[in-house]
Antibody, heavy 122, light 113 residues
Framework: QVQLQESGPGLVKPSETLSLTCTVSGGSVSSGGYYWSWIRQPPGKGLEWIGY???????NYNPSLKSRVTISVDTSKNQFSLKLSSVTAADTAVYYC??????????????WGQGTLVTVSS | DIVMTQSPDSLAVSLGERATINCKSS????????????LGWYQQKPGQPPKLLIYWASTRESGVPDRFSGSGSGTDFTLTISSLQAEDVAVYYC?????????FGQGTKLEIK
């Protein structure tokens, strides 16, 4: 059974960079059959897709965040990471990492981490 | 971006009764070459991550009870719970994965009447 676990600071100051890591167990980020995503959810609100990465390092980001987002993968640690720069209070959210199956097309996200709340405040 | 609009925003249904949630996309999410609708449904309970229920608009994820069903094509989709159980209280989201940025509906909160 695949498990994903987010980790990182729960409090980030405005204008700084939010950094989160997702550790994968029960599966490998090096597997060519999957893609790895980040999604966020502001408190009491809906879901926003941030972006995804393949094990090769190829990425796809939400244009609304593209200038501030970097997703990377570390196959040696079986992890993938999110960096979001120049954060403001609007970036306060629960951040989820998730996995999607890749066949001939990208399937929806079938395994999710429990999520981690990141608050942007001075 | 493809805008996903769900209706209603909230819904109260009696136990054992049918619950129906609608989702409309601002453009078709049907890929003609493989005749698949790139539409999924998720269930989110308080304090938990979303759980995938339905993909390709009508395929149930493994382990999902058969009281959950999805239908529709093109731009109009429906999630139906045939006989509401207490454990189905949650917020339900539709999501298109036809094109990036992948987008979600605003959510429908389902409660017991």
């Amino acid at each position: 059974q695949v498990q994903l676990q987010e980790s990182g600071p729960g409090l980030v100051k405005p204008s700084e960079t939010l950094s989160l890591t997702c550790t994968v167990s029960g599966g490998s980020v090096s597997s060519g059959g999957y893609y790895w995503s980040w999604i966020r959810q502001p408190p009491g609100k809906g879901l926003e897709w941030i972006g995804y990465i393949f094990y090769s390092g190829s990425t796809n980001y939400n244009p609304s965040l593209k200038s501030r987002v970097t997703i990377s993968v570390d196959t040696s640690k079986n992890q993938f990471s999110l960096k979001l720069s120049s954060v403001t209070a609007a970036d306060t959210a629960v951040y989820y990492c998730a996995r999607g199956l890749m066949t001939t097309v990208l399937n929806p996200l079938d395994y999710w981490g429990q999520g981690t709340l990141v608050t942007v405040s001075s | 971006d493809i805008v996903m609009t769900q209706s209603p925003d909230s819904l109260a249904v009696s136990l054992g009764e049918r619950a129906t949630i609608n989702c409309k996309s601002s453009q078709s999410v049907l890929y003609i070459s493989n005749n698949k609708n790139y539409l999924g449904w998720y269930q989110q309970k308080p304090g938990q991550p979303p759980k995938l229920l339905i993909y390709w608009a009508s395929t149930r994820e493994s382990g999902v009870p058969d009281r959950f069903s999805g239908s529709g094509s093109g731009t109009d989709f429906t999630l139906t719970i045939s006989s509401l159980q207490a454990e189905d209280v949650a917020v339900y989201y539709c999501q298109q994965y036809y094109s990036t940025p992948y987008t979600f509906g605003q959510g429908t909160k389902l409660e017991i009447k």
